[in-house]
């Protein structure tokens, strides 16, 4: 490619993209390589190359600190609220986009607000409630909150996709006989199957890291969520100067969502590309 | 579709029902009433560890409207909203542009997929690196800065002066690629046809960008602006291990938006306040300037969407 | 005949487990919400005592790991009525939640048990020192410690060897000790600002040096300000402000953007000579401590003319506390008296590295300086002088910020006791008392 004046803009761009992507690159062998340090090599030289692999690091940290029933809680935890969200709000966006009734507009809005509710603010009168009915410290019970939770901002992506699904389709269905409950199973799901997809991977990524109302909620070290099981690592080695193990921690706890999230990717972004933002 | 038709009447009133009935309940139940419940606390002088509340009236909106520290919070909540909005959706409009130039689907995908990363990471551990990142002495920023021959440049980051820029340096790199996938989604809808004629025209691919691609997805750039302002008002965990130190320190006034700095009054953390109340009427007020905002902003936008 | 065997085995196997199901629902109980993580070595000296609680008397105990943040958990359980009878966490933070909000029990008659199987009262167990500073003018006391935390200068005591320093008891000597090590290419002091447990050290300590222990927070509560206009408070800040760069600049290079871990790693680094910290630090750094670092500590200089005793120092205790609507408090209190047993207080030394303050037992290597700081004192007191945990909220506004000020030489020592008298008045008024 020749150089060319007029498309300077797009040089300088591109070396900028370049750099941030090397920087998170970077970032992400930089924990790698720290989790196999001692601590006294990491004091040494934070960004020194580790001289020895200490493998040991990561056998303390999941031998001693329960890691996998941490992680085996959350993976129930929020694969049951995702589909949970999923299932609850993917009728109600269907409705809220494609008809127009009495009140459609302030439930539209009303679900918009609520994306903008700080959880630190609800969870007191959310415990006094959950525990009449004796649903906290339990997980089942943490389901049900992470699924009301993320429940507007699930309804507010799903309100854009069904939005780019023509009506004629429906219409069509309707003047051949089928009812609004056929017509919304039949033709409406599979069109909006890729942008349901995404939403539920967006709610399971941000679940996996939620951390306050697992904090709050749960008590029960045997009912802790990963990322619970990260603040108390972080904690623990922390105050013992575990270092090496920290990193190695961490790494644990990050790679299966960075994992999930990369093999799913593709999907995420054609599910995303498909419906997103006619809000 | 028309709701006063027999047609629509007798296929789908049942099936709004249905629908929206029970979630509403649901979410109103354990979202929105909440939410009134803690207006009502808010009018109260009460710490939340007993039954025992004192009725103050409007007393906490009025200590609220000289209590400086809140006010600094304030402030920096709408800092966030600005300086946020600019950065961040300026640098993802900006890659926006250069990735829609891509022709490999494949590093296309790439691209995304690495930007999009740290949103999967946990905010404690993302702090931590920062405090890495950024550190005066043997931080990455300022050795770096000084193997380029820029020492003059490196600065302390983490005090007073920058510690606001530091935090947001940090919303940025995470939200950048949370708002990228949105808009190269949104840019993927726009008709190939559209570009043509430029193209034919000899349009360089920046000139096509702004003439076309941004006034196409103004729809997406006012969603992402009104989910930055949600997110600036709301971002709590960030922040609140940010520089902290372990359990050593509570966030730094500099850096807390209303959301920290609401949790810190009502629960404490090292520095045991405890005034619940107080604190919710902090989360009236937070909800009351949001809606606000967003409803400027959507207005700003009314005049401005573009249909194709 | 084999199927009369099978009945006659499920008939016992159902009797086991009837007898067994009646046995536990006959057991006393108590519940325990602790400030320890599952794994810590804390927290395992713990549950070795409880099992041997639940075991010596029959008795279940229901524990609930759940780590730093357990007073924040603790608050919506009590306010939806659950019975939790011991929490454990610092004197602070307990006092500042617990007692300040009225829900914490008295343990006075604690001091009078006896701790189980020794014949002997908890008083005369205890180093008074440890909970001194926690009784109440009305002396009340809300704790009963088993952990032992002070704090002081630390250094590496071949590096001050070596560079032929002695650990300095003046002020004077202070300032020849950072001149000595400025000479030898070190940072005297590693600190970093935007640590607020940091931040508030130095400031404090100069305070209950020149003043007394008590005058921070008699004059953090004084409405009229009146107290911050005595003079000595210039001469606290003229110190503040001969540590700030602007004066003698004795903290480490960067200190005004330095956060936690750094100043640590500064210092075990040999690049500060001291680090002014509680006596968790050892722990803290001993993995990344060179093999010939050997931990020293000293407690905080004395001036010429200061009014406080200069042999005080911090106690920072971390103990149980008993909520005032416990069921089974008696039952608590009893395993409170029990965790004090020697064996117990010997553990918590060898394997948490931590002091007790059960009298008679050494405390680890790398805290014998501190410990014998802490015998040498005829006077304690409390971290921020309580400020912190009393008046959280003016700690926050008023004193946290001026704090900064003067550490980094923005203001003068004169201009930090005038906004200290007029910030405080200024604070009780807009609470509106």
């Not at chain 2, 960030?238 to 966030?251: C, I, K, N």
């Not at chain 3, 086991?16 to 804390?42: C, D, H, R």
């Not at chain 3, 001036?303 to 005793?309: L, N, R, S, V």
């Amino acid at each position: 490619m020749r150089f060319k004046a007029a498309e300077i803009p797009k040089y300088i761009i591109n070396t900028f993209l370049v750099l941030w992507i090397l920087f998170t690159l970077f970032m992400f062998v930089w924990l790698i390589l720290s989790s196999f340090k001692s601590t006294r090599e990491i004091y040494r030289g934070v960004w020194a190359l580790p001289k020895t692999f200490k493998f040991d690091n990561y056998f303390r940290v999941l031998t001693d600190f329960g890691l996998l029933r941490f992680m085996w809680n959350s993976l129930i935890v929020v694969l049951s609220s995702t589909l949970l969200v999923l299932i609850l709000s993917t009728p109600i966006s269907y409705v809220l986009s494609k008809l127009k009734f009495p009140g459609s507009a302030a439930i539209t809005i009303s679900f918009i607000i609520g994306i903008g509710i700080p959880i630190q603010t609800i969870f007191i009168p959310l415990y006094l409630m959950m525990s009449k009915i004796n649903a906290t410290d339990s997980l089942i019970g943490l389901v049900w909150l992470y699924t009301i939770t993320s429940l507007p901002f699930t309804v507010y992506l799903l309100i854009g996709f069904f939005k780019t699904i023509p009506s004629t389709l429906e219409e069509a269905a309707m003047i051949d006989g089928a009812t609004a409950s056929q017509s919304f199973i039949k033709i409406m799901l599979p069109m909006a199957r890729s942008g349901i997809i995404s939403s539920g991977i967006f709610v399971f990524v941000m679940l996996w890291k939620e951390f306050l109302l697992a904090l709050v909620f749960i008590s029960a070290e045997s009912k802790q969520t990963i990322s619970l099981g990260l603040y108390s690592l972080v904690t623990k080695l922390t105050y013992t100067g575990d270092w090496g193990g920290l990193f190695a921690g961490v790494v644990l706890v990050i790679l299966p969502s960075v994992v999930f999230y990369s093999c799913l990717a593709r999907k995420f972004i054609a599910g995303l590309t498909m419906g997103i933002g006619k809000g | 579709m028309d709701y006063n038709s027999q047609i629509f009447k007798r296929r789908y009133k049942s099936l709004i029902l249905i629908t929206t009935i029970p979630i509403l309940s649901f979410y109103f139940i354990f979202m929105i009433f909440p939410i009134l419940e803690s207006l009502y606390y808010s009018l109260f002088d009460w710490s939340g560890f007993t039954a025992e509340m004192e009725f103050k009236g409007l007393g906490n909106y009025l200590e609220l409207s000289s209590d400086n520290l809140f006010l600094q919070t304030v402030w920096n909540s709408f800092k966030y909203v600005g300086l946020g909005s600019v950065v961040i959706l300026g640098i993802t409009l900006l890659f926006t542009y250069a990735i829609t130039n891509y022709k490999s689907r494949k590093l296309k995908d790439f691209v995304q997929m690495i930007l999009f990363v740290p949103n999967t990471i946990s905010p404690v551990a993302l702090a931590l690196l920062w405090s890495f990142v950024l550190n005066t002495r043997w931080g990455l920023l300022n050795s770096i800065l000084k193997g380029l021959g820029l020492g003059f440049l490196a600065r302390g980051w983490m005090g007073e002066d920058y510690i606001f820029g530091a935090a947001l340096s940090l919303l940025v790199w995470i939200h950048v690629g949370f708002f990228i996938v949105i808009y190269l989604a949104a840019a993927a809808r726009i008709p190939d046809s559209l570009y043509e004629s430029a193209k034919i025209d000899g349009a360089t691919s920046w000139k096509q960008f702004v003439k076309i691609t941004i006034p196409l997805i103004t729809d997406i750039i006012e969603t992402s602006l009104v989910l930055w302002t949600i997110f600036s008002f709301k971002i709590f965990g960030y922040l609140y291990v940010f520089s902290t130190g372990g359990a050593g320190s509570d966030a730094p006034p500099a850096i807390r938006n209303i959301s920290v700095q609401l949790f810190l009054t009502s629960f404490g953390k090292r520095t045991p306040i405890n005034r619940l109340a107080y604190g919710s009427a902090m989360a009236i007020v937070l909800l009351i300037m949001l809606a606000l905002l967003v409803y400027i902003i959507r207005k700003l936008f009314k005049a401005e969407v573009i249909e194709y | 005949m084999k199927s009369s065997k099978i009945l006659l085995v499920i008939g016992i196997m159902i009797g086991i487990v009837f007898l067994g199901s009646i046995n536990i629902l006959a057991k006393e109980s108590f519940t325990y919400w602790s400030m320890w993580e599952k794994g810590e070595p804390q927290q395992q000296v713990l549950e070795q005592a409880i099992k041997d609680f639940e075991e010596e008397f029959g008795v279940e105990v229901k524990v609930n790991w759940v780590g730093r943040a357990v007073v924040t958990a603790l608050k919506p359980r009590l306010l939806a009525g659950e019975n939790i009878d011991l929490v454990d966490q610092s004197g602070e933070e307990l006092y500042g939640a617990l007692v300040a909000n009225k829900i914490a029990g008295k343990m006075n008659d604690l001091l009078e048990m006896e701790v189980p199987g020794e014949s002997k009262q908890i008083k005369d167990l205890l180093i008074e020192e440890s909970y001194s500073a926690y009784v109440r003018d009305d002396g009340a006391l809300y704790i009963i410690p088993y952990n032992f935390i002070t704090s002081a200068f630390w250094y590496d005591k071949n590096l001050y060897q070596e560079l032929g320093i002695e650990p300095p008891t003046t002020w004077q000597e202070f300032l020849q000790m950072a001149a000595t090590l400025k000479e030898n290419g070190l940072d005297p002091v590693a600190f970093g600002i935007q640590t607020e447990v940091y931040r508030g050290y130095i400031p404090y300590l100069t305070a209950a040096r020149i003043l007394g222990a008590g005058a921070l927070n008699a004059a953090a509560r004084d409405h009229t300000g009146q107290l911050f206009r005595d003079p000595r408070w210039i001469e606290v800040g003229n110190v503040l402000y001969t540590f700030s760069k602007e004066g003698n600049n004795l903290f480490m290079e960067g200190y005004g953007s330095s956060v936690w871990p750094a100043p640590q790693m500064d210092w075990i680094m040999g690049l500060a000579g001291t680090f002014y910290c509680g006596s968790w630090i050892p722990v803290e750094t001993k993995q990344a401590a060179g093999p010939d670092f050997e931990y020293g500590a000293f407690i905080f200089p004395a001036f010429e003319d200061g009014e406080g005793d200069p042999t005080a120092v911090e106690t920072y205790p971390i103990g149980f506390s008993i909520l005032k609507d416990s069921d089974n408090s008696d039952l608590a209190k009893k395993f409170v008296a029990f965790f004090l047993r020697e064996e117990y207080a010997q553990a918590w030394v060898d394997d948490t590295m931590n002091m007790t303050p059960r009298i008679g037992i050494a405390a680890p290597a790398d805290l014998k300086d501190a410990k014998a700081a802490l015998d040498n004192a005829n006077s304690t007191f409390r971290l921020n002088d309580g400020v912190q945990a009393d008046y959280p909220e003016w700690y926050a506004k008023v004193y946290l910020p001026l704090c900064s000020k003067i550490l980094l030489g923005k203001i003068t020592g004169e201009q930090f006791a005038e906004m200290l008298s007029e910030q405080t008045v200024d604070y009780w008024e807009k609470r509106g008392e």
